[in-house]
């Protein structure tokens, strides 16, 4: 029985790339020059540490920008409130990997909304799809595109 899996991931190894490089450009910039900007990323969460609030905008832009030469998904980044100090601003931002079982039960559900004749298995942080003819599963693709998810959906392991 054809199948695939649904799931949500990035490169970490790009997105380390990326916050080097935003970091150089950091180092460069002359608007950032003594204000101690740098970026620091461990496991998946990003840290910017700057001195206002207006700096932090700005690192989150270069941020965006690199990630997205890289070939990461931005809509993988949940950014946090930022925390300000008096002398320092911080901002956490998660890249989220897997599908949360809230938003794979909302998947799920408009699968079986739509009539197709596919079933959906929520298998951990994936969701796996099985269907009897290919066309199902295609379809069943292009619904999934069309749905707004709240973060990027890769579609991998297509099997006859």
Do not use: W
């Not at 935003?22 to 496991?43: C, H, L, M, Q, S």
């Amino acid at each position: 029985m054809p199948s695939f899996d649904v799931v949500s991931e990035f490169d970490a190894h790009e997105a380390r790339n990326a916050v080097d490089q935003a970091n150089r450009e950091v180092d460069v910039r002359f608007d950032f020059k003594g204000t101690g900007a740098k970026f620091a990323i461990e496991n998946e969460t990003i840290t910017m540490t700057t001195q206002s609030d207006f700096q932090l905008n700005q690192m989150l832009d270069i941020l965006r920008q690199k990630l997205a030469k890289r070939g990461v998904d931005i809509a993988c980044m949940d950014v946090q409130k930022p925390d300000l100090a008096l002398s320092e601003a911080r901002q956490k931002i998660i890249l989220r990997k897997g599908i949360e079982t809230d938003i794979a039960k909302r998947l799920v559900k408009e699968l079986k909304s739509s009539k197709l004749k596919v079933q959906a298995a929520i298998q951990g942080d994936k969701l796996r799809i099985t269907g009897k003819k290919r066309d199902d599963l295609q379809a069943a693709i292009a619904l999934l595109k069309k749905q707004d998810a709240g973060l990027p959906l890769q579609y991998e392991n297509f099997r006859d």
